[in-house]
């Protein structure tokens, strides 16, 4: 006599794997990709001179980010990110492995470097949420991930130039699963 398996038991086993480990990649994603990292807020009175003009910071009035740490190139022990972008947006990272495979961001494009909010003088510092290689290259973004459903590339006037760094420091353990 035959021992027959129900197919149907077999396909409930494994969406029943797939929702569970998606579901966890899913939690685990979005528990560290709203992560911020307290940024020390910085605030300036207007000062005079000798001719008593009032001297302000500069106020940053573009869309366009910019990563201003780690610069281009460095060697870096960690994975924090740092730049300017317009005050109180929000701005979502990329990860781009290797280097050379996305030529854009589109609304496909996974945010898989995690997400920050501006601070009001326009500054933003997070530590990327899927760091698994030891270079890598960023790019940031203060459009939505979701703004743009044709699939079309970003307005590059809405995401930074990329920058490639080495992180010297240890890969987190979700890398070596």
């Given at each position: ?70 610069a ?30 996305m ?54 006037e ?20």
């Amino acid at each position: 006599m035959e021992n027959k398996t129900n197919p149907w038991t077999i396909v409930l086993a494994v969406v029943i794997t797939a929702v569970v480990v998606g579901g966890g990649v899913y939690y685990w994603q979005t528990q560290n990709s709203t992560k911020v990292l307290p940024v020390e807020k910085v605030t300036t009175q207007p000062t005079t001179s000798d001719t008593k003009e009032a001297i302000t910071q500069p106020v940053v009035k573009s869309n366009k980010p910019v990563i201003t740490y780690p610069a281009n190139g460095s060697t870096v022990n960690g994975v924090t990110i740092k730049g300017t972008a317009k005050p109180n947006s929000e701005i979502w990272a990329y990860v781009i492995y290797p280097e050379n495979e996305m030529a854009c961001i589109t609304s496909n494009s996974y945010a898989n470097g995690g997400a920050s909010t501006v601070d009001s003088n326009g500054n933003f510092e997070f530590a990327l949420a899927e760091p698994c290689s030891k270079k890598l290259t960023v790019v940031v973004s203060v459009e939505e991930p979701a703004a743009d459903k044709t699939g079309a590339c970003r307005n590059s006037e809405n995401v930074s130039a990329p920058i490639t760094f080495t992180n010297s420091g240890e890969l987190p353990g979700i890398c070596s699963q």
